[in-house]
């Protein structure tokens, strides 16, 4: 097929292609990634194979069509260019060697007398780092104040180990109280302020300034990835931040680091008590976002005409803020301050859900899982297969994919192919088909280098010995393993569990050679040899499978459970997709925490839905009662019962159900918020209700099954254990919808 880019977003993941008969398809960026490119712009020409995905159909195998015009292609080789900036690096050693903080440090030399500093946005302590090398003396002057969103334990373990007086607060504890210092520094900070709240912020740190004090900003011209969603700043944007009439400015050349990055310095000194109040930084801020835009586009211009300029010019990466990060939407932003009506404007119809509870998330959208991309990247370098277990929609995929699009996923270090059983399970049913598959794989990636391979294993093809088929296949994968030098092969099998449909619908048709478990432990073998390397992610009833069957491969390989998030990664995922648009008060952050049990999908599938709501009432502050509310309505509506059976089926379908009846009563037991169950009343009600003769210890293997998920929480108190259901939506969902009778009755 062919069509055209509608719209693509890298940093959500995902986008829409419009086809030529008028019809949409998803795009989602993995496949982007597979294909061999970094991201799509709007309107280019794609070649592209639909395939079966999830609710619908997405597009795979996506090729560009370069247009003819010799002016189109110069300006589609720029924005190529700009939207595939690689990764830059930033000077950001501790101490000495570090260009930021030398110059910072060097500000406050001298001072032989008490002083204050503060460091807003103190992140781990870096500017710490290097205050520590200041002169005993001027050391025991320093009181080193901290400012942050949230208090990180390294600075303050920093300031511990050098005996740093030191002081910390909250970016909103700042506000609340009156310093006065002689010093504060802003170090690669400015960017990451929210335009609509950069007066109220700049308000509060100019109040702090004693006369005679100085304002020290440092920044980059160039963010880097992972910051693109940021606008940056210059010397002369930051200049107009001061009251010229209270401050003197020096402003400092472009300093370059050993990355090439540029940097910008500006000092201010207070030399007189500042009139402005948060109203007139807030038209001073206006005219800068407007000068700002005037500037940029006016570069764009330029750089239309002269696509061929350097990709370290910095416009290159102002062009790709306006391109990625919707640059206008923040200068409409301001706009909306400067009328006063930001609540009422800024949730227009037109801007796009950023949550997404139905497909994988990549890059700036994945949050938390520190423990796990570190085992899994281990593993993956170390040689070893791994298996990824979770409940559906928990995350196992995006997990992968995530490492897949780091360095682990280079080219120039692993050869990946991917099967998904969900979308090939009624078409993959051989070994035939499935030796086909990854062949084809091999194929996109090495090109017509590899098709003798391809010629050479379709010789086998024609053969029915399944043994000859299996020598062929190794034969083909040993030739891959020489041409592949120190690279591995990586085969990627997502929802792994659905081999099992393979193996049905092959013995429903009758097919040659077909799937089973003999196949299983076929590639089991291989693997154990090193002739390739597994990555599966499987839901639980895998193992059922796997006693089942007998596959004989999931015990060779490393495991690694995922449950839910952790708290800060899931305020992560709640405050910052839409941090530009819209805020949560910290109470419904609070209940979301609580609702969700901070399980991804049910944070993405409750947001999308406050989102939604904020736009239909046109406000950008969601309250504990509005979150509330959208909980009620969903409990209501029997459109969302599939949403929350995505939850349970898993426990459904194993060991007959019986995790799935333990739910059911620690359910129907709870009636409010986290109101736990002993472990004997647990195990005595299921026994009577469900008339079943397990055993204790079979029991609690059951009820391990459901802690390990996170579904269901565990205590100990005096000694005893207790439950209850961890995500509270999924508790008021299975009363409401009475679960319990009907599967009682049905029992």
């Known amino acids: 097929m062919k069509g055209k880019v509608k719209w693509f977003d890298s940093i959500r993941g995902y986008g829409f292609l419009l086809a030529e008969d008028g019809n949409e398809h998803f795009v989602h960026i993995s496949d982007v990634k597979y294909s061999g490119y970094d991201t799509l712009i709007i309107d280019e020409i794609i070649e592209y194979t639909l395939s079966k995905y999830e609710t619908g159909y997405k597009a795979i195998n996506l090729k560009k069509i370069l247009p003819t015009d010799d002016k189109e292609v110069n300006f589609h080789k720029f924005l190529e260019e700009c939207l595939t900036n690689k990764e830059l690096e930033v000077a950001a050693e501790k101490g000495k060697g570090d260009i930021q903080i030398e110059q910072a440090v060097g500000f406050i030399l001298k001072e032989t007398s008490p002083?204050?500093?503060?460091?807003?946005?103190?992140?781990?302590?870096?500017?710490?780092?290097?205050?520590?090398?200041?002169?005993?003396?001027?050391?025991?002057?320093?009181?080193?104040?901290?400012?942050?969103?949230?208090?990180?334990?390294?600075?303050?373990?920093?300031?511990?180990?050098y005996a740093i007086k030191s002081e910390f607060y909250t970016t909103e504890e700042f506000e609340q109280i009156d310093l006065k210092v002689k010093y504060i520094c802003l170090i690669n900070v400015l960017h990451e302020i929210p335009l609509n709240e950069l007066p109220s912020r700049l308000y509060h740190i100019f109040k702090s300034l004693e006369i005679g004090g100085w304002v020290y900003i440092h920044d980059l011209l160039k963010l880097i990835k992972g910051e693109n969603v940021f606008v940056n700043w210059d010397s002369e944007d930051i200049a107009q931040l001061f009251d010229p009439a209270s401050f003197d400015i020096i402003t400092r050349p472009h300093h370059l680091t050993h990355s090439d990055i540029g940097l910008t310095?500006?000092?201010?000194?207070?030399?007189?008590?500042?009139?402005?109040?948060?109203?007139?930084?807030?038209?001073?801020?206006?005219?800068?976002?407007?000068?700002?835009?005037?500037?940029?586009?006016?570069k764009i211009e330029e750089l239309y005409n002269l696509p061929q300029k350097s990709p370290n010019d910095v416009a290159h990466l102002q062009y790709l803020q306006l391109l990625n990060t919707n640059i206008d939407r923040q200068i409409r932003e301001s706009e909306i301050l400067r009328n006063g009506q930001y609540e009422a404007c800024l949730l227009r119809d037109d801007i796009p859900n950023p949550y997404d509870f139905e497909h994988p998330v990549l890059g700036d959208q994945f949050y938390g899982r520190g423990t796990e991309l570190k085992r899994l990247r281990n593993a993956l370098t170390e040689g070893r297969s791994v298996a990824i277990y979770g409940l559906q929609r928990i995350g196992k995929t995006s997990l992968v994919e995530n490492v897949v699009a780091s360095k682990i996923g280079s080219s120039q270090e692993n050869i990946i192919v991917k099967i998904n059983?969900?979308?090939?399970?009624?078409?993959?049913?051989?070994?035939?088909?499935?030796?086909?598959?990854?062949?084809?794989?091999?194929?996109?990636?090495f090109g017509t280098d590899y098709l003798q391979a391809k010629e050479a294993f379709s010789m086998y093809l024609k053969s029915t010995d399944i043994t000859e088929l299996k020598h062929g296949f190794k034969k083909v994968i040993k030739e891959v393993k020489i041409r592949l030098n120190k690279k591995r092969f990586i085969l990627f099998i997502d929802e792994f569990q659905d081999i099992i449909k393979a193996f049905e619908y092959a013995k429903k048709k009758n097919v040659a050679n077909p799937l089973n478990s003999e196949f299983i432990r076929f590639i089991g073998s291989m693997a154990k040899e090193r002739l390739i390397q597994l990555v599966v992610c499987c839901r639980y009833h895998i193992f059922r499978y796997d006693k089942e069957y007998d596959f004989q491969l999931l015990k060779m390989m490393t495991d690694i459970w995922l449950g839910v998030l952790d708290e800060r990664s899931a305020e992560n995922l709640i405050r910052r997709p839409v941090n530009d648009v819209i805020k949560y008060e910290s109470q419904a952050i609070r209940e979301i925490i609580v609702l969700t049990g901070c399980h991804p999908y049910l944070i993405q599938y409750l947001c999308y839905e406050l989102f939604e709501e904020a736009k239909r009432k046109k406000v950008a502050l969601i309250k504990e009662t509005d979150v509330e509310y959208i909980v009620k309505k969903i409990m209501t509506e029997p459109i969302s019962e599939p949403k929350f059976r995505v939850l349970c089926e898993d426990f459904q379908q194993i060991d007959n159900a019986k995790p799935w009846e333990l739910l059911l009563v620690l359910a129907d037991f709870s009636k409010n918020t986290k109101q736990n169950m002993s472990v004997d009343d647990l195990m005595s009600k299921y026994k009577s209700d469900f008339k079943r003769k397990d055993t204790n210890f079979e029991i609690q293997q059951f009820i391990e099954l459901l802690t390990k998920s996170r579904i269901v929480q565990e205590e100990r108190k005096d000694n005893k254990l207790f439950y209850y259901v961890l995500p509270d939506m999924l508790r008021r969902w299975l009363r409401i919808y009475n679960c319990y009778q009907k599967h009682l009755k049905s029992f």
Request: aromatic content about 10%; proline content about 1%; overall charge neutral.
């Open 265 to 298: 310095t500006v000092a201010a000194q207070k030399r007189a008590s500042t009139n402005y109040s948060i109203n007139d930084l807030t038209i001073k801020c206006n005219e800068i976002f407007e000068f700002k835009k005037n500037k940029i586009l006016s």
């Open 421 to 445: 059983m969900f979308e090939v399970s009624e078409t993959c049913l051989s070994y035939i088909n499935f030796f086909s598959s990854i062949v084809e794989g091999l194929c996109d990636h």
């Open 115 to 161: 002083f204050k500093v503060i460091d807003y946005g103190c992140g781990k302590g870096r500017l710490l780092e290097g205050l520590r090398t200041l002169d005993e003396t001027c050391r025991n002057n320093l009181t080193y104040i901290g400012i942050n969103k949230e208090i990180p334990s390294e600075a303050k373990s920093i300031a511990s180990t």
